[in-house]
């Protein structure tokens, strides 16, 4: 997992290790950073983050003959990278369904077709229950040929209920009837499966602000597949335009060699990756947290 972007970022290490830390060296060093970490699929505005920030760590320190500057170089970008993934603001989902007054607390789900986003929500929905939550799931893509059974399926082996209507019907309607089924039932969260298309045209757009506008969610969770890269931060921009994205999850993180997806979107969006998949299972859904990410890339 994330050798890539590991090999990239150990490699710079070396360079800048075997100089002194001028701004010249460093200077040069970063400009080979740069290719390499766009190669990894990092988008661009968050290789320049990482750049000034490796930078402003680096030039002008004095180091001492005997000093291991490698340790000082490979802390300094091990310190950017942190600080890129750190979210201003973090939230607790837990302590967050917990303190909304009333139930239920109400998540929606957006996301392409093939992001994984159907199997999130059923391992979401796994590990809200074990953390002693109810759940309901709203299944309102009803555009999408099977993704009505595809997300029953998944509920009945997790052993949460599904709210449907037949396919062509008003997705936002079957949310609205989710959460009245939730009120009536003093269930606590309510998980929304939007349909995904291949691309965000206006109809997909119009039908995640009329979700959003009837059923007001607590939360905008952003689905996203970690494979695809680059292409990724560019669909949950354009997401998060059309509804304001709170929270990131990233599928397939277990076979991803590259991590630039990972390191980006939070940076791109404004917005903290909750959780990332680590695999087909249930249970295979981890919070994720930036430092384990960061010891994965570097440890
Ligand atoms: P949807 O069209 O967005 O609802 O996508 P699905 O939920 O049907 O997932 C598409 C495929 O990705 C399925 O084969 C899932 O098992 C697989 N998948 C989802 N999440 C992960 C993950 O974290 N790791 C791996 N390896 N596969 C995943």
């Known amino acids: 997992m994330l050798g890539k972007l590991k090999e990239k970022l150990g490699s710079f290490v070396e360079r800048v290790s075997q100089t002194e830390i001028s701004e010249k060296d460093v200077e040069n060093a970063l400009w080979d950073l740069e290719i390499e970490l766009l190669e990894a699929d990092v988008a661009l505005e968050t290789v320049e983050e990482l750049k ?15 000093t291991n500057k490698k340790a000082i170089v490979e802390n300094a970008v091990r310190e950017a990278v942190l600080e890129v993934l750190t979210p201003e603001k973090r939230i607790d989902l837990i302590e967050l369904i917990r303190s909304k007054g009333e139930k239920p607390f109400v ?48 509920a009945k082996r997790v052993g949460v209920k599904v709210i449907k209507h037949s396919y062509g019907a008003d997705p936002a309607a079957v949310a609205y009837d989710a959460i009245q089924h939730a009120k009536a039932r ?31 969610p607590d939360l905008v969770i952003f689905v996203g597949d970690s494979l695809a890269g680059n292409s990724v931060v560019e669909q949950a921009k354009q997401f998060n335009e059309a509804v304001k994205i709170d929270g990131v999850i ?38 994720f947290d930036e430092k384990w990410f960061v010891e994965r890339i570097f440890g």
């Open 52 to 66: 000034e920030r490796i930078k402003e760590k680096l030039v002008g320190q004095k180091v001492k003959i005997g």
């Open 107 to 154: 998540i929606a789900f957006v996301g392409f077709n093939g992001s994984g986003k159907t199997t999130t929500i059923a391992k979401l929905a796994h590990w809200l229950k074990k953390n002693g939550l109810g759940v309901v799931i709203a299944a309102s893509d009803t555009f999408r040929a099977g993704a009505i059974e595809q997300v029953e399926e998944h």
């Open 186 to 216: 003093n269930i606590d969260v309510v998980l929304i499966d939007t349909a995904g298309r291949n691309e965000l045209n206006r109809n997909l757009m119009d039908e995640m602000k009329k979700i959003a506008r009837v059923t007001n």
């Open 250 to 287: 990233l599928t397939k993180l277990d076979a991803d060699a590259r991590g630039g997806a990972a390191l980006s979107i939070s940076h791109a969006i404004g917005a903290p990756i909750l959780f990332v998949g680590v695999g087909q299972g249930y249970d295979d859904l981890r919070p």
